[in-house]
């Protein structure tokens, strides 16, 4: 293991606990229907026991460079705070900042008696830019159609398919960009001091 944590290192890492995911939308829209109420476990005869964990890295690009963890700390607080009653009967039994394989592995034993974990992203690491070249040869997908992602595209790749769909991760949320720059690339990538991979390469099988 790094010494950074990756959200799924952490949930096999706090394994046997309850685990809630929240980012930065949190309060803003999502989380509750308009006019709702939280729905609070009112059987239960004491408090729920909630560990509170503000996940992230020093180094995170996303969502600023120079974020404030303890700014956006102060924000998630007075959100909590505004709550006020609805959360009467929720006991935040352990409130950390969790920015390492070894911070996780630190405050583990104080992880195994509480009902559930809220983790709360503040930043998200980038360790290497991926990335792969090809040649768009259709769009599937028209403006005509009544489909959710009109953005589709075929690529004919350039490299090894096996071994891009091997390396391929971080999800769908990609940048296409035409034309080749690489080099643009690889001088960015050496000057924040990060790696740049090519997925498409059997080399990195």
Not at 91 to 119: C, M, N, T, Y
Not at 187 to 194: A, D, E, I, K, N
Request: charged share 25%; glycine share 12%; with cysteine.
């Amino acid at each position: 293991m790094s010494g950074q944590v990756s959200c799924r290192e952490f949930l096999q890492i706090a394994a046997g606990s309850g685990v809630y995911l929240a980012g930065a939308g949190f309060f803003a829209g999502g989380a509750r229907a308009a006019g709702s109420r939280l729905v609070s476990p009112g059987c239960r005869r004491s408090k729920v026991k909630v560990a509170r964990l503000y996940m992230g890295t020093r180094e995170g690009l996303w969502p600023k460079p120079k974020l404030s963890f303890q700014d956006e700390i102060r924000t998630y607080e007075a959100q909590f705070a505004k709550l006020g009653g609805e959360m009467a009967d929720v006991d935040f039994v352990v409130d950390e900042i969790v920015a390492s394989a070894e911070a996780v592995a630190r405050i583990k034993p104080r992880l195994q008696d509480v009902d559930g974990i809220l983790v709360v992203h503040l930043s998200m690491g980038t360790g290497a830019i991926l990335h792969f070249t090809g040649t768009i040869i259709d769009a599937p997908v028209g403006l005509e159609h009544e489909r959710g992602c009109r953005t589709k595209i075929t690529v004919k790749v350039d490299g090894d398919i096996t071994a891009l769909w091997k390396n391929w991760s971080q999800g769908l949320h990609r940048q296409t960009v035409y034309g080749d720059i690489r080099k643009e690339l690889g001088q960015f990538c050496r000057y924040m001091g990060l790696k740049m991979i090519d997925e498409a390469s059997a080399m990195q099988v």
